[in-house]
C-alpha cells in the first residue's frame, strides 16, 4: 500500500522561494524627500543570502513603509500550515545530532542530505530547479515525519505532546461508553509508507481512523506504535479507570441471552472439553480385513489396526 510522503499543500515553500528571487524591491524612500540614497539597491534575495548566512531569520522591506515581509525557518513554515497541527516541534539540537538520525537515509528514497539541508535552513535554493526543490521538499517533510517518531520518545517530546494531549488536539474517543475520553496518535506500524495515522483510545484500548481529511493522509510511522503507551506508562496519572459499561442489545425491552452462532460456538467448546472414551474390545471386528478405528473427537484421527488372526 503506497502512502503519501506528506499531507497535500497547494503551497510550497520552493515555489514561492522561485517567485521572491524574480522579484526586486525598489530601494526605500530618502528621509529628505528628493535627495536619494547613492548606496546599490538590494534585492530580497540578498536580503535572504545574508540573513541565512548570520544564521537569523530574513526580513525584507516591501513597498509599503510599515510591511515587511518575514521569512521563517522551514520548520516553522512547515508546522504552521493547518494539516500539520499534529506534529510537535522538534527541537534543533535533536536534528543536528546525527546519531538521533542513525539510518534514517534508508528511509528516504532520494535527496536524503539536501533534505537534511532543508530542515536545518542549510539548503541553497538557487542551486537547483523548481521541480527539483518540490521534491526535495517532499522528501524534506518525510524525513521530519521520521524524526519526529523518535524526537516524541524522549522527555521533551513527551512534554510538547502532553500540551497537545491537554488541549484536546487529536480528538475525543467516538465510542459512546468512552465519555469523550481523549485520544492520542498512534501507527499501526513502524515502516513508512504502510498505514496512515489511527487514534488510540487510554479506555477502550481500540485504535480508530481519523475523522478530519486533512490528517487522514498522514503516515503512521511519524507518531509509531510506541508512543502513545509508552506516554501511558509514563504518566499513571493519565490512565482512565476500566469501565464495565457497554451496550446491551435488546428486543422490545428484554435483553437477548445470546445468538444462534455464540450458542453452537459454546456447544462445540463443551463437547470438544470432553474427550472420548477409551476404546473397548467391542470397538474391534474380527475380519480378514484391516480394522479402523475413527475418533469422536473433532481432531479426528485414524488408527489402523493390522487384522486379528
Known amino acids: ?31 529628505h524627500g528628493t535627495q536619494h540614497s547613492s548606496a546599490p539597491k538590494r534585492t530580497k534575495l540578498d536580503l535572504l543570502s545574508q540573513g541565512s548566512q548570520h544564521g537569523t531569520t530574513a526580513m525584507a522591506t516591501t513597498n509599503g513603509p510599515n510591511q515587511v515581509l518575514r521569512v521563517k525557518y522551514w520548520i516553522d513554515w512547515f508546522l504552521g500550515l493547518s494539516s500539520n497541527n499534529y506534529f510537535c516541534k522538534v527541537d534543533d539540537s535533536f536534528i543536528m545530532d546525527r546519531f538521533n538520525l542513525t539510518k534514517l537515509d534508508e528511509s528516504v528514497p532520494r ?21 527539483t526543490r518540490v521534491e526535495i ?14 524526537f516524541i520518545l524522549t522527555n521533551t517530546g513527551m512534554a510538547k505532546m502532553m500540551i497537545k494531549y491537554k488541549q484536546g488536539t487529536y480528538g475525543t474517543c467516538p465510542r459512546y461508553f468512552c465519555k469523550n475520553q481523549v485520544l492520542l496518535p ?4 513502524d515502516l513508512p509508507f504502510t498505514t496512515s495515522l489511527k487514534l488510540f483510545c487510554p479506555l477502550c484500548q481500540d485504535a480508530y481512523n481519523v475523522g478530519a481529511p486533512q490528517y487522514s493522509t498522514l503516515d503512521g510511522a511519524y507518531f ?18 476500566k469501565s464495565n459499561d457497554h451496550y446491551v442489545p435488546r428486543i422490545f425491552g428484554f435483553k437477548i441471552k445470546s445468538t444462534s452462532s455464540n450458542s453452537n460456538d459454546s456447544n462445540n467448546n463443551q463437547l ?11 470397538d474391534y471386528q474380527n475380519s480378514h480385513s484391516p480394522a479402523t478405528l475413527m475418533s469422536t473427537n473433532s481432531n479426528s484421527f485414524v488408527t489402523t489396526f493390522p487384522t486379528l488372526i
Open 1 to 31: 500500500m503506497s502512502m503519501p510522503l506528506s499531507p497535500s499543500s497547494d503551497f510550497s515553500l520552493g515555489q514561492w522561494f522561485t517567485t521572491l528571487f524574480e522579484k526586486k524591491t525598489p530601494s526605500p524612500p530618502s528621509s
Open 111 to 131: 535527496y536524503y542530505w539536501e533534505a537534511l539541508d532543508m530542515l536545518t535552513d542549510k539548503f541553497d535554493y538557487r542551486e537547483y530547479d523548481q521541480g
Open 137 to 150: 521538499e517532499k522528501m524534506a517533510r518525510h524525513l521530519y515525519g521520521l524524526i519526529h517518531a523518535r
Open 186 to 189: 498512534i501507527g499501526i506500524s
Open 224 to 241: 509509531g506504535t510506541t508512543f502513545a503507551h509508552l506516554f501511558l506508562q509514563s504518566h499513571p496519572s493519565l490512565v482512565p479507570v
Open 272 to 282: 470438544s472439553s470432553h474427550p472420548p472414551p477409551p476404546p473397548t474390545s467391542s
